[in-house]
Nanobody, 127 residues
């Protein structure tokens, strides 16, 4: 059965960096659009970034533009989220998810166009 697993979270100081990884078993990530989402306690789930399968184009929420980068390593069946210049506001549980196809719509941030989800990895940005 399809399964996603996130890794790479941890505790970092403001201004620091982390790289999150999304790994799959049971299917290949390069067949699908892959999204990263996050949720902090008491807040709604937020779309962070996604990368399409058909053309590899990446999209980012305004809050992370210029700081985060999503990219694939298809040989390893992985999708990464490189996070730089981290802020306390980035503290959340981060999830990766596979889209229902190679592309998603302008409503991707709702998460409704994504199927398989990982269990999440905690990112804490604090001094």
């Amino acid at each position: 059965q399809a399964q996603l697993v996130e890794s790479g979270g941890g505790l970092v100081q403001p201004g620091g960096s982390l790289r999150l990884s999304c790994a799959a078993s049971g299917f290949r990530l390069d067949y699908y659009a892959i999204g990263w989402f996050r949720q902090a306690p008491g807040k709604r789930r937020e779309g962070v970034s996604y990368i399409s399968s058909s053309d590899g184009e990446a999209y980012y929420a305004d809050s992370v533009k210029g700081r985060f980068t999503i990219y694939r390593d298809n040989a390893k069946n992985l999708v990464y989220l490189q996070m730089n210049s981290l802020k306390s506001e980035d503290t959340a549980v981060y999830y990766c998810a596979a889209g229902l196809g190679s592309e998603v719509s302008v409503a991707w941030e709702t998460g409704y166009e994504f199927g398989a989800w990982g269990q999440g990895t905690q990112v804490t940005v604090s001094s």
